[in-house]
Every structure is written in C-alpha cells, then in structure tokens.
C-alpha cells in the first residue's frame, strides 16, 4: 500500500506547542485526517484537512498541508497533560475503496 | 449515542480454535473496515465493505474471513487463529458519499492474544 510516515516519539513541556510531523506518498489523496489514540481507547478523529487547502485552523490546532512534497504537520498550541497519546496521521487509500493509510503513530508526551 | 461496539473487549485463546469477533454500528454507514495494531507498524487494514454483500480485501487479509449480512454487522472470523494473529483489532465504519463526512467511527478495540 501507500506510506504515510511519521516520527514514533515526541516529548514537550506543559505550555509549549507541539508539531508532529508526517510524510504521505498517494498524491491522489483528497483528504488527509489527523488521529488521536488516547491509552487504551480506540482512535478518535482531531481534524481534517482537504488537498487544495494549505492550512486549517481548529482552536489549539493547525493543520499544515504541502501538497508539493506531501507534507502534513499538526501543531498544537499550549500543549496540556491531557494532550498525551498517540497521534495517527491518515491518508486516503485512492486505489482501495475508502481505506486510510495510517502511519505508525507519534506518542506524544507532555511533561509538567 | 452513535457508536461503534465490538464484542470481546479482551480475548485470550489457543492455536486454532476459530473465533469471531462481532462488530456493530448504528449509524445506518455503508462503509465498515477492520484494522489490526501492532506496536511499530501502526495501524493495518484487514479487510473492509463497502455495503451489504460487498467485501474486500485489505493489506493483510491472511488468516481473516469477514462477512456482511446486514448493514450493522461485520464481524472478523479467525477460522485457525496463530500466535501471530495477537493484536489489537479495531472495527470502523463510515458514510459514503465522498468526504469529510465519510470520517471513519472507531470501536473501542478488542484485545487478541494467541498461545
């Protein structure tokens, strides 16, 4: 299938933001999704982002989108405790029905 | 409250004992998938259905049977289960109109371990 890359780890202090980073290889994606997977929960969709815009905006997070190098990043501002878990990157699968290609997900720890 | 369910929550069995777990939505979506987690390779997709009848196979089918009956139910068969079968599984479904709105629900995960 496609590859979507991400870094596996990430660790910020409580205040500061946090950019999780991810690299997806299907051109033909129309939507690109950002997870949040929250010790044992299942996924839980932050946000979304359509290919012909290049940035999105949603309270503490921003969603950034080079379409020209397939680069998607999440940024999240005043990063909080309860913002600890991992994050999945998804890019829609163009040649298997509605499938989402996942990337392994970032674990992303907030320190006090 | 829109959700999807699965049925186990945690399960642990023996090589080759079939089983199935049950998968259940109720927000009347065409589209159903199942994915299985592994640490280091993310999330994969086993198999999905695009409606009723409709399945197919996803990246790493082997060893999985699905079926859909109903719109609701998409349940994943593991008719020899192997140790490497141990993983956690997720059931999702979604709209299909083409969209946002075809965001994918996830179930709460069921927890395979094969001895």
């Known amino acids: 299938g496609e590859d979507v890359e991400q870094s596996l780890f990430l660790s910020v202090r409580e205040g500061d933001s946090s950019v999780i980073n991810c690299t997806y290889t299907?051109?033909?994606?129309?939507?690109l999704y950002w997870y949040k997977q929250e010790p044992g929960a299942g996924l839980q969709l932050l946000t979304y982002?359509?290919?012909?815009?290049d940035m999105k905006q949603d309270q503490r997070l921003t969603v950034l989108l080079n379409k020209k190098d397939k680069h998607l990043s999440l940024r999240i501002a005043d990063t909080q405790t309860g913002d600890s878990a991992i994050y999945f990157c998804?890019?829609?699968?163009?040649?298997?029905?509605?499938?989402?290609?996942f990337g392994k997900g970032t674990s992303l720890l907030v320190t006090p | 409250e829109a959700q999807v369910t699965q049925n186990p929550r945690y399960l642990i069995t023996v090589t080759g004992k079939k089983l199935t777990v049950t998968c259940s939505q109720n927000?009347?979506?065409?589209?159903m998938s199942w994915y299985r987690q592994d640490p280091g390779l993310g999330l994969r997709q086993i198999y999905y259905?695009?409606?009723?009848?409709?399945?197919d196979k996803g990246d790493v089918p082997e060893g999985y049977k699905v079926s859909r009956k109903e719109k609701r139910n998409f349940p994943l068969i593991l008719e020899s289960p192997s140790p490497n079968q141990t993983s956690l599984y997720f059931c999702?479904?979604?709209?299909?109109?083409?969209?946002?709105?075809?965001?994918?629900?996830f179930g709460p995960g069921t927890r395979l371990t094969v001895l």
């Open positions: 999702a479904s979604s709209t299909f109109t083409g969209g946002p709105t075809d965001t994918q629900y």
């Open positions: 299907d051109s033909s994606s129309t939507y």
């Open positions: 982002i359509f290919s012909n815009m």
């Open positions: 998804a890019a829609e699968n163009s040649n298997s029905g509605y499938a989402l290609n």
């Open positions: 927000m009347n979506h065409e589209y």
């Open positions: 259905s695009m409606n009723v009848e409709v399945t």
